[in-house]
């Protein structure tokens, strides 16, 4: 659900995040079209950098594009979004030796 995802957006300021939750909530935007309005013409785009500064809108752009569009560019119009299994742009985790051996400088 977008409400979810936008409050756990860390990487923006929590007064962004409230403006974002009401503007979401006052446009009735639903996933699919914050996603058009995130990644959309700049004239969409309006609404959200009335209530953010362009460093918070291009973290949300980056944030949307990682946690939707990272495998494919439809991902978030599946039923099951990935902002559901963790926080939206946190790094993923890696275990094993082989995480460890991709991040080691070649010997």
């Known amino acids: 659900d977008l409400i979810d995802w936008i409050t756990r957006l860390a ?3 929590g007064d962004a995040r409230n ?3 009401f503007a979401a909530r006052r446009h009735g ?4 079209t914050f996603g058009n309005v995130v990644c959309g013409d700049p004239e969409f785009q309006k609404p959200l950098m009335a209530v953010m500064s362009p460093f918070e809108m291009a973290t949300v752009l980056r944030a949307w594009k990682n946690d939707f569009l ?4 439809t991902a978030y119009t599946r039923s099951h979004a990935t902002a559901t299994t963790r926080a939206p742009s946190a790094p993923a985790l890696t275990h094993g030796p082989e995480s460890r051996r ?3 400088p070649p010997e």
């Open 19 to 21: 403006e974002l939750v």
């Open 11 to 13: 990487a923006i300021s």
């Open 102 to 104: 991709r991040h080691r």
């Open 29 to 32: 935007w639903d996933l699919r």
């Open 70 to 73: 990272g495998n494919s560019t």
